[in-house]
């Protein structure tokens, strides 16, 4: 974690109540995913984190596992991330945290689905991190390319378009057909129905 004061009051409240939605079980399987992604089961730089949230951050804090994971997932000579190098100093590590969540945006994560540096940086909102890591897991998969590589169970389907084409023909088909939601006069009468305005018969 950075180096900063508790929080009290109201801050430390909602800092807990972030801190509660992480989970350790999609912790396990996003580790699970990246070290056989990154080829981490084949020798190479990645290695396994501490188990917990903590663990987690400190594995990811200096970007360098983020941007071998986004580039794995491009063919070879078109890694979106030019230069991976392991620093010390801040502020490369949140560029390279950056530069990840720019590729992620690019390969099709949704603005609203990704975290912010400081997030993972701080350590402000790892519940947010798995959440963006879990979306490129699932639009990984969905893109079906080959490139994606351990268990396609670990992440949600996500849903395809099914794009219908419909000939002139059937579109003029459907605008003589009324639908039941906009109602019927077929088989309607007044039968049984008293007059507006008389008394109800209480017997």
């Known amino acids: 974690m950075a180096n900063r004061g508790p929080s009290y009051g109201l801050s430390r409240?909602?800092?807990?109540?972030?801190?509660?939605?992480?989970?350790?079980?999609?912790e396990q399987v996003l580790v699970r995913w990246i070290l056989a992604q990154c080829g981490g089961d084949s020798g190479s730089a990645v290695a396994q984190p501490a188990p917990g949230r903590d663990g987690f951050q400190q594995w990811l804090k200096d970007g360098t596992v983020l941007c071998r994971l986004i580039n794995s997932l491009h063919p070879r000579g078109q890694a979106p991330v030019a230069k991976i190098q392991a620093s010390a100093m801040a502020f490369k590590q949140m560029e390279q945290i950056s530069q990840f969540l720019q590729a992620a945006e690019r390969y099709g994560i949704a603005a609203t689905d990704i975290f912010q540096t400081v997030d993972l940086w701080e350590g402000k909102n790892m519940a947010c991190v798995q959440r963006t890591l879990m979306n490129l897991g699932s639009l990984a998969v969905a893109k079906g390319d080959g490139l994606f590589v351990g268990d396609p169970n670990w992440f949600p389907k996500k849903s395809q378009e099914n794009r219908r084409v419909f000939s002139e023909d059937k579109l003029k088909e459907g605008q003589s057909v009324i639908g039941l939601q906009m109602g019927t006069n077929r088989g309607a009468s007044q039968a049984g129905m008293t007059g507006y305005g008389m008394p109800r018969q209480i017997l």
């Open 13 to 26: 409240e909602v800092q807990q109540k972030i801190d509660r939605q992480y989970d350790p079980e999609l």
